[in-house]
């Protein structure tokens, strides 16, 4: 009997909206404004996550699905618009840092190669294993913390200035990872300062190679 492929479905944390409940487990079903201005996304993803468990069931689909959380590392885009990306840029630049709101949001932050290992790990584990699978790393930091961090590390004179934070930006995410623990025997490996500064290291190269560095 021939057997399908397997199919990946990077999913991600904002499946869960603003949540209600932390850390979020898988069983949690989220908090999203289906007409906020992130739902497009959201409401995306949790639509082909649908469609995957539909297959899944209708088709026997060997799905992989995997609910991403914050991910940062080398070769991110520099004008991704991300916090990581943001703050490293600005700091290298000696531009100001923008923190949205007070700072006082939390994410947890993970390392791609961590992220990368989850996906290795799912991809290679038995077919009954289809997800949807929390990866991330559970250390929940406030976005005013990452700032200070790495304007440290980096030794940047950049001055932090506020804006306004997004409507709909979610006040805390973490993840509950209880279940990777269990069926990948995954746990991530980068401690948030470890990776920063590799990611420092990264910007630093690029920036500094287009002349942009301060
Ligand atoms: N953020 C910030 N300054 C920036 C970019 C983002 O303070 O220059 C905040 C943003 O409001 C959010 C957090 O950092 O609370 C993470 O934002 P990001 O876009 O990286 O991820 P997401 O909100 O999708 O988790």
């Known amino acids: ?12 944390s904002e499946v869960y909206g603003d949540p209600t409940l932390h850390p979020q487990p898988e069983a949690y079903r989220g908090n999203v404004n289906p007409i906020g ?7 995306g ?27 940062y590392g080398p070769r991110m885009h520099p004008n991704d618009g991300r916090v990581v990306s943001n703050f490293i840029v600005q700091a290298l630049q000696g531009a100001p840092i923008t923190l949205y709101g007070d700072g006082s949001q939390t994410r947890a932050f993970c390392y791609v190669d961590d992220l990368v290992d989850g996906f290795l790990a799912l991809m290679a584990a038995p077919d009954d294993i289809t997800g949807p699978i929390n990866l ?27 804006r306004p934070l997004p409507v709909g930006d979610p006040v805390q995410r973490c993840p509950d990872i ?20 590799r990611t420092i290291h990264y910007f630093d190269k690029l920036l500094g190679s287009h002349g942009m560095s301060a």
């Not at 993803?45 to 991910?71: G, M, S």
């Not at 209880?178 to 500064?197: I, Q, S």
């Open 1 to 12: 009997m021939s057997r399908s492929t397997k199919i990946f479905q990077a999913s991600t």
């Open 37 to 43: 201005p992130r739902a497009c996304y959201d409401e």
């Open 45 to 71: 993803k949790r639509c082909a996550e649908t469609l995957f468990f539909d297959y899944f069931r209708q088709h026997n689909l060997r799905i992989r699905v995997v609910r991403i959380f914050n991910t």
């Open 136 to 162: 991330g790393n559970p250390v929940e930091t406030s976005v005013a913390e990452l700032a200070d961090m790495i304007i440290g590390m980096t030794g940047s004179r950049s001055k932090i200035t506020r």
């Open 178 to 197: 209880a279940e990777a623990e269990r069926v990948l025997g995954w746990h991530p490996k980068t401690a948030l300062k470890d990776g920063l500064a």
